[in-house]
Every structure is written in structure tokens, then in C-alpha cells.
């Protein structure tokens, strides 16, 4: 370890650290933008359509609101968000059973802090939890997930690995799932997730459901969640980052299970709060206020955004099928998921045999920013990328606007894609271009 004077640095949360993977090809397109070359951003996981009007003007209203708020989110939010889930998701709220936070990602934090002696992580799962898991200094058990099963949780591979750890003297008692997912775009089927619900009973489980991409599904897959069959184990985390494409504004909700439990788990979270973030932003609680009302306005705007995105993303997906390029079919959030392990021999012989070096190498010859699989933890020689169809055509706000205002005139996805997407084609020329050289062998 490098020692510096006077600061020294603690390695308990450090040691293995990495920048995430998503600023580093970030960091590399800026740099290649800055030289002038041409680079197709595929790297980028953000919604980018503009803040609705009532929001922004609720927002607005409401930027002399400078006084801390309650930790846990003004009750008036609370009661709002808990009429929002049961209407939206037929999930039984009440008020206290709500509260919110500085962006989901800060409340999954803190419930991985306040919960359990280790962690079980799908594989792959979504950059963020396993760099959670190890700044807590919380052991992570991998329960591997594949194509085969649309990356869904198989409850015997779940149950073979669980024992497994136990064997080992490990204690894996909180499972992280995410449906939508990040990365794959796939959905757990409700059929699943009450299976899911049964075995977490079973074992005594604690569930926490990231389902920050609830909203955002554009697939025959309706979206389920496990508070629906376990509610006395599960938190549901959400917010607006993504169907509202609010990710700067850091609001993040979670709903606890009811009773005693729920209420000492609330207690945990207004701990923590209080001594680390104090409260969401003020303004930013109040316009959420209008984000859960129930506008229907907003309502519209959600599934216009909505559809949007599933329209790019399903033509993201059908080049590669047309490409025969291996991936299983997003039915949520904005990703595709695919793996290039068929082309592993003409890969190898390019220098190619982690997903590591197949995005470098796509970034340096074929000028595509994906992330690799291995930013999911996803094993290297799967050769899988992620894909997200939320930058292209969308690279500034007017450009993200427009997109909307185009389909709304015509909302013909066919001609949607054809007109006002450029970028995209030239997308699917470059794979095309790549799958034709590999190919020749
Ligand atoms: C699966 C998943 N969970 C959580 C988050 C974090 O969202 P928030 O902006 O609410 O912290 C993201 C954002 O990329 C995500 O993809």
C-alpha cells in the first residue's frame, strides 16, 4: 500500500476497490470525442428524456424549501408513494411501511448495512452491490444464472449454494434480486418469483427487490413483485431515476415489510439516515410529490418514455439476432445482454479472450463503447457485453426531446427507427462489419 503523509489510507475498504467500469469506458469515449474521432455510445445506462413540466415546476416552487426534512421523507410523500404502489402494483402500503432516500443505490446500501451477516448476489447482477458488499466488508455468495433460464434465479442452483456456504461456515442470509435487470434486460416471470417466495420462506430469507426499472417493461413479461407473495420478507426498492429519467436528482424509495420487524428495520434505516445523509434534498421531495401523484398526465409520459426506449432497445436486439449473435431477449430497462463465446477461435486469434478486451476492442477498431460482462461479474471467457440503447440518437437533451416529439407525431416504430436514428444504423453496421470479419476466421 502507498503511503502518503499525512493521510494514510484504511485498506479494510479499499483493498480491491475498482473505479466502476462505467466511468473508466465513460472516460475513454470523452477522450476519443475530444480527439475528434466518431464514437458510438453503447457504454452509457441513463434514461435521458427531459423532466416532466409539472415536475419541474413543482421542483421550482419549491427551491426555497431549505430546512432539513424529516430522515425518512415528509410523512404527506410517504402516504403519497404508499397509494402509488397500491394502485400501480397491488401492493398493500402503508404509510410507515414507506420511506425514502438519496437515490436508491444509497437506501441498498443501507439496508446491506443493516442486514444480515453476508450476501447472496445473482451472477450477473447489476456493478454496484458487490463493491456494497465489500465496503461493508460483507462476504458475497455467487449463485450463478445463465442464458439457458433467461438469467432467472433457479431456486435449486440458489439452494445448492447456499448449502454450499454453509458448509464453509458461511451465514447468506440476504438475497439481492433485480427485475428488470440491469444487465441483461431480462424479467422475472411472476411464476418464479412466487416460487422464489416460497423457498425464502423456507429458509427464513430476507429478500431486498431492487426493482428501480418496475416501470420501464416493453415486453409480454408483466412486472411482479415479491412483496406481492412474501411481503413479510422483502423490501421493494424504487425511485424516479428511471422512468422519469431523474437519476441527478438522487430520490430513492423503499417499502419495508409490515409489523414489528418492519418497525425495527425503520428504526435501523432512521439511524443511519440521520448520521450520514439527514434527508433527500428538499425540493427534490416535493416534486416527487407530483412524480406519485397519480397525474395522469405524467402516467402518459412514463409509458411514452416507456415505449420509446422499448422500441430502441428491441432494435438493438433484433440486429443481433439478425447477426445470430447469442442473447437472451430484454423485456425491461434499456440493455441488451450479449455473449460472442461462439466466436471464441477467431476472437483468440485477434488477441481476444476476455470480454475485458473484446470491448476494448471494439471501442479501438470499431469505435463501440459497451461494458463488459466482467463489469457484472460475469465470467471473462463468457465474452458477454452490455448494450444500452439509452444514448444513441439521444446524445443531448434536445436530441432526446425531439426522439419524443417524432414519435408522438408517428408512432410507427418501423418508421421511427428509419427516420430519426441515424446512429443506430450506423451501429448495426459496424456489428455487422465485426461479426463479418470474425467470420473469415
Ligand atoms: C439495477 C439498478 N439499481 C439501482 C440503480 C441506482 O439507481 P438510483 O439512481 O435510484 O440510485 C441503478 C442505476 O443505474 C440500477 O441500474
Redesign the pocket.
Known amino acids: 500500500m502507498e503511503r502518503f503523509k499525512p493521510l494514510r489510507f484504511s485498506r479494510a475498504g479499499l483493498r480491491g476497490l475498482k473505479v466502476s467500469a462505467t466511468l473508466s469506458i465513460n472516460e475513454q469515449v470523452r477522450q476519443m470525442w475530444a480527439e475528434g474521432r466518431e464514437v458510438y455510445h453503447l457504454g452509457f445506462?441513463?434514461s435521458r428524456f427531459p423532466v416532466h413540466p409539472k415536475i419541474a415546476e413543482a421542483f421550482q416552487a419549491n427551491v426555497q424549501q431549505r430546512s432539513y426534512l424529516p430522515a425518512l421523507g415528509l410523512r404527506e410523500l410517504r402516504e403519497t408513494i404508499a397509494n402509488y404502489y397500491q394502485n400501480k402494483f397491488q401492493i398493500n402500503v402503508s404509510t410507515d411501511r414507506v420511506v425514502v432516500g438519496?437515490?436508491?443505490?444509497?437506501?441498498?446500501y443501507a439496508l446491506l448495512l443493516a442486514l444480515g451477516e453476508e450476501i447472496i448476489l445473482p451472477q450477473p447482477?447489476?456493478?454496484?452491490y458487490a463493491p456494497q458488499a465489500h465496503l461493508l466488508g460483507k462476504p458475497v455468495t455467487w449463485v450463478p444464472t445463465g442464458p439457458h433460464e433467461n438469467y432467472n434465479l433457479e431456486i435449486s442452483v440458489l439452494e445448492q449454494k447456499i448449502a454450499e456456504s454453509q458448509l464453509n461456515w458461511g451465514n447468506p442470509e440476504v438475497l439481492v434480486i433485480?427485475s428488470p435487470?440491469?444487465p441483461t434486460g431480462a424479467m422475472m416471470p411472476p411464476q418464479r418469483i412466487e416460487e422464489l417466495a416460497d423457498f425464502a420462506r423456507e429458509q427464513g430469507l430476507m429478500i431486498i427487490s431492487?426493482e428501480?426499472?418496475a416501470l420501464v417493461t416493453h415486453g409480454e413479461i408483466p412486472h411482479a413483485s415479491i412483496a406481492q407473495y412474501y411481503p413479510e420478507g422483502s423490501i421493494v426498492?424504487?425511485?424516479?431515476?428511471?422512468h422519469l429519467s431523474?437519476?441527478g436528482w438522487?430520490?430513492?424509495l423503499a417499502i419495508l415489510p409490515p409489523g414489528r420487524a418492519g418497525r425495527a428495520l425503520r428504526q435501523a434505516l432512521l439511524n443511519i439516515a440521520s448520521s450520514i445523509w439527514s434527508c433527500v434534498t428538499a425540493p427534490v421531495q416535493y416534486a416527487a410529490l407530483v412524480a406519485y401523484s397519480g397525474d395522469p398526465e405524467i402516467e402518459e409520459y412514463i409509458e411514452l418514455c416507456t415505449r420509446v426506449h422499448g422500441i430502441r432497445t428491441q432494435y438493438l436486439y433484433d440486429m443481433l439476432v439478425e447477426l445470430d449473435i447469442p442473447c437472451v431477449k430484454p423485456t425491461g430497462?434499456f440493455y441488451a445482454f450479449p455473449s460472442f463465446k461462439k466466436w471464441r477461435e477467431p476472437l483468440a486469434a485477434r488477441g481476444v479472450h476476455t470480454s475485458d478486451e473484446l470491448a476494448q476492442y471494439l471501442l479501438d477498431n470499431y469505435e463501440l463503447a459497451t461494458l463488459p460482462g466482467t463489469a457484472f461479474n460475469c465470467a471473462p471467457e463468457n465474452l458477454c457485453l452490455r448494450l444500452s440503447s439509452s444514448y444513441a440518437d439521444a446524445g443531448t437533451d434536445k436530441k432526446a426531446e425531439k426522439l419524443l416529439k417524432v414519435y408522438q407525431k408517428n408512432p410507427d416504430p418501423e418508421r421511427f427507427i428509419e427516420d430519426h436514428h441515424p446512429r443506430m444504423h450506423k451501429i448495426a453496421s459496424r456489428f455487422a462489419d465485426f461479426i463479418n470479419d470474425l467470420s473469415k476466421g
Request: glycine letters at 20%.
Open positions: 445506462g441513463e438519496p437515490g436508491s443505490k444509497s437506501l441498498i447482477c447489476w456493478v454496484s433485480n435487470q440491469n431492487d428501480i426499472y426498492l424504487g425511485g424516479l431515476s428511471k431523474l437519476g438522487r430520490f430513492g430497462a
